[in-house]
C-alpha cells in the first residue's frame, strides 16, 4: 500500500464505510467489497473499523 498518513488512511476507511452504509444491511458486491476494504485498511493501522471511525481527526489537513 501506499504511504499515507494514517489520517488518510481513516479517511478512506471513513468514505468506505459511508458509501457502503450499514454493515448488516449488505446488498450489493460492491457494498461488500467497500466493507472487506474497509476492514483490511483498519486492520492494517491496527483497528476495528468502527475504532478507525473513532480516530478520524476532522481537523487534520496533511
Known sequence: MPEYHPQDWLLIVE?????AGNANDLDTPRQRRAWALAEEIAAEQ??????ALLQVDDDWSG
Not at 468514505?15 to 458509501?19: I, R
Not at 491496527?46 to 475504532?51: D, I, Y
Open 15 to 19: 468514505a468506505l464505510v459511508s458509501w
Open 46 to 51: 491496527g483497528l476495528a473499523p468502527g475504532e
